[in-house]
């Protein structure tokens, strides 16, 4: 089945600066990459998503890029504030298409 | 709107006690998901339900039975807990285009 790798499992930058994290997936039949934060005592949410037929998508200080033929994926965040620290999750539809399979999260520490 | 909820959001029990973990959701997603999160593990899969009445297992199935009368229903059975699963469980849902929506979780202690 899909298997889904993320790094690094901790992350901490200077506010301002950018941060990157990336994944790679297993399953080549694999078509949406979604990135979830996860706050302290909260479930988690999406922040942004990728589909297969993209290879870059934006969203203000966030972007995610996704390279098919290598198969991985990076979210990328920059002017990185404090409200950023969380930890993130990426992960992949599975082979059935229905379940995704997450990566293990990112700690994410913004210090001002 | 409540969107997905999930009770109780905290729960200690006993070893070898049944414990039911609600989740409710209120946009009539077709699908709904239930996962636990431990420390190294990130998200797991224990069972998932495309509709009413059809449900199937996921990565980490054993020991849950899962249900669902009811679209907007999905509860999560622990016939007889262990200490391995103390965990936190959150519940998910999606109308079937791929973004899941998480519940707020369930902090679950077996002693």
């Known amino acids: 089945g899909e298997n889904v790798e993320q790094h690094p499992s901790t992350l901490s930058v200077q506010e301002g600066d950018s941060a990157v994290i990336k994944c790679t997936y297993s399953d080549s039949a694999s078509n949406y990459f979604p990135w979830y934060k996860q706050e302290l005592g909260k479930g988690p949410q999406l922040i942004i998503d990728?589909?297969?037929?993209?290879g870059e998508k934006k969203d203000q200080r966030i972007a995610v890029t996704l390279n098919k033929t290598a198969k991985h994926f990076s979210l990328h965040i920059t002017e990185t504030q404090p409200e950023d620290s969380a930890v993130y999750f990426c992960?992949?539809?599975?082979?059935?298409?229905?379940?995704?399979?997450f990566g293990k999260g990112t700690t994410l520490s913004v210090s001002s | 709107d409540a969107g997905i909820t999930q009770s109780p959001r905290y729960k200690i029990t006993e070893t070898g006690r049944q414990v039911t973990l609600m989740c409710h959701q209120t946009w009539s997603h077709s699908y709904m998901f239930w996962y636990r999160q431990d420390l190294g593990h990130g998200l797991r899969l224990i069972y998932y339900s495309a509709a009413a009445d059809i449900t199937d297992k996921g990565e980490v199935p054993d020991g849950y039975v899962v249900s669902r009368s009811k679209t907007e229903n999905f509860p999560l059975t622990l016939e007889s807990a262990t200490r391995s699963q103390t965990s936190v469980y959150f519940c998910?849902?999606?109308?079937?285009?791929?973004?899941?929506?998480f519940g707020p979780g369930t902090r679950l202690t077996v002693l």
């Open positions: 992960a992949a539809i599975s082979q059935a298409g229905t379940a995704l399979i």
């Open positions: 990728i589909r297969s037929n993209v």
């Open positions: 998910a849902s999606t109308s079937g285009a791929d973004t899941q929506y």
